[in-house]
Each structure stands twice: as C-alpha cells, then as structure tokens.
Nanobody
Framework: QVQLVESGGGLVQAGGSLRLSCAAS????????MGWYRQAPGKQRELVAY???????NYADSLKGRFTISIDNTKNTVYLQMNSLKPEDTAVYYC????????WGQGTQVTVSS
C-alpha cells in the first residue's frame, strides 16, 4: 500500500503561480512513478503530468510550458509548479502513484479567479 498526502492548493488570481506537493509513504520501493491529474466540475479526470523515478516526464500537450513536474526521490515527494494560471485551470488536483496498482491522493482544490 502507498499513502499520499497532497498540499499546496488554494485560490490564486489569473496569471499567478502555485506549487503542489505530494508526499508518498508506505510501499514506496515499488513505485514506478508519480503524477498529477485534475478534474474540473462536470468533466472527466485528465492527466496533467507524470514523472518516472528516473526523471522522464510526460505532460498534457495543452499545459506544456506553464506546468513543471519534478520529483525528489530522497523525500518521496512529487511537485507540480504551475505558472501563468488561467481560470480554466480551476479543478481538483489529484496526486497519483503508480506501482502494480495506482494509488490516489485525496485531492486538493485549485481555484483561479479571473
């Protein structure tokens, strides 16, 4: 089992920045990578970014250049730096950890006001 604790969400004005963090604990030696997904009201959950423990990244095409994912393997923590935020980035952001199964955090609300 893997437990995930997210932090860093909140309310920000358009054009602002936020950094999300997600700390993993438990059977972390089994992890292949970690990522961030988001779900806006009335929409399906979608990939934001994913990073392997070796540092290979994958981003949603629409977010490249504004969002940056990074991982600190010594702290078992993944970060999502979000810059130039837009109202359409408003969503609940979920951390995911991928091993033999996928584990999910509880979600953190990000609200971008216009």
């Amino acid at each position: 089992q893997v437990q995930l604790v997210e932090s860093g969400g909140g309310l920000v004005q358009a054009g602002g920045s936020l950094r999300l963090s997600c700390a993993a604990s438990g059977s972390i030696f089994r992890l292949n990578g970690m990522g961030w997904y988001r779900q806006a009201p009335g929409k399906q959950r979608e990939l934001v970014a994913y990073i392997t423990r070796g540092g290979t990244t994958n981003y949603a095409d629409s977010l490249k250049g504004r969002f940056t994912i990074s991982i600190d393997n010594t702290k078992n923590t993944v970060y999502l730096q979000m810059n130039s935020l837009k109202p359409e980035d408003t969503a609940v952001y979920y951390c995911a950890a991928v091993a033999a199964s996928t584990y999910w955090g509880q979600g953190t609300q990000v609200t971008v006001s216009s």
